[in-house]
T-cell receptor
Framework: EAGVAQSPRYKIIEKRQSVAFWCNPI?????LYWYQQILGQGPKLLIQ????????DSQLPKDRFSAERLKGVDSTLKIQPAKLEDSAVYLC????????????FGQGTRLTVV | SQKIEQNSEALNIQEGKTATLTCNYT??????LQWYRQDPGRGPVFLLL?????KEKRKERLKVTFDTTLKQSLFHITASQPADSATYLC???????????FGGGTRLMVKP
């Protein structure tokens, strides 16, 4: 079965510019996550969707980050304007609905803000 | 405050030995805990899940224990191989809503 697809794979932007990441989860997975992983740290949950509704976005810096999941399938994460500290790998993951289910991750998008 | 702590120092072991990685948590009461493997430049890959009522779980050369009294999980790799070299992450769901919160990970290096 196809895995979680993310694009682009790499992105370099200047601070104060905007950037968008795209994620296509595994077919049939109702839950979609966006994580931020700074080098040397574990993934930090930014936002979790259940179908096209937001379950948790408590750690999403809403003044500059936004995310949407239209039609409960694909999702985009946007940063506007970017700061130097946003340099990280942005991971998308999906899982079946319910507890005790494993998450499947994409390869991530490595963002460098200069 | 809530914390998930893994040893941030790399663990270096000799091929064939058993690797033991630790995950400690505070101010959580998770219903289950998961372990993932992450290779450089890749996303984490699920390895094992253990529920709060399970003391131990095994899968091939992997073994996970879960002590809710100590608030600790141990992850063991027996007969370790250089191919086991990677970063290992523990994750738990703080609110039983499948919101996975990860520890910082421990890098394992298995030397031939």
């Amino acid at each position: 079965e196809a895995g979680v697809a993310q694009s682009p794979r790499y992105k370099i932007i200047e601070k104060r510019q905007s950037v968008a990441f795209w994620c296509n989860p595994i077919s049939g997975h109702a839950t979609l996550y966006w994580y931020q992983q700074i080098l040397g740290q574990g993934p930090k949950l930014l936002i979790q969707f259940q179908n096209n509704g937001v379950v948790d976005d408590s750690q999403l810096p809403k003044d500059r980050f936004s995310a949407e999941r239209l039609k409960g399938v694909d999702s985009t994460l946007k940063i506007q304007p970017a700061k130097l500290e946003d340099s990280a790998v942005y991971l998308c993951a999906s899982s079946l609905q319910g507890m005790n289910t494993e998450a499947f991750f994409g390869q991530g998008t490595r963002l460098t803000v200069v | 405050s809530q914390k998930i702590e893994q040893n941030s120092e790399a663990l270096n072991i000799q091929e064939g030995k058993t690797a033991t990685l630790t995950c400690n948590y505070t101010n959580y009461s998770p219903a289950y805990l998961q372990w993932y493997r992450q290779d450089p430049g890749r996303g984490p890959v699920f390895l094992l899940l253990i529920r709060e009522n399970e003391k131990e779980k095994r899968k091939e050369r992997l073994k996970v224990t879960f002590d809710t009294t100590l608030k600790q999980s141990l992850f063991h790799i027996t007969a370790s191989q250089p191919a086991d070299s990677a970063t290992y992450l523990c994750a738990l769901d703080p609110n039983a809503g499948n919101m996975l919160t990860f520890g910082g990970g421990t890098r394992l290096m298995v030397k031939p």
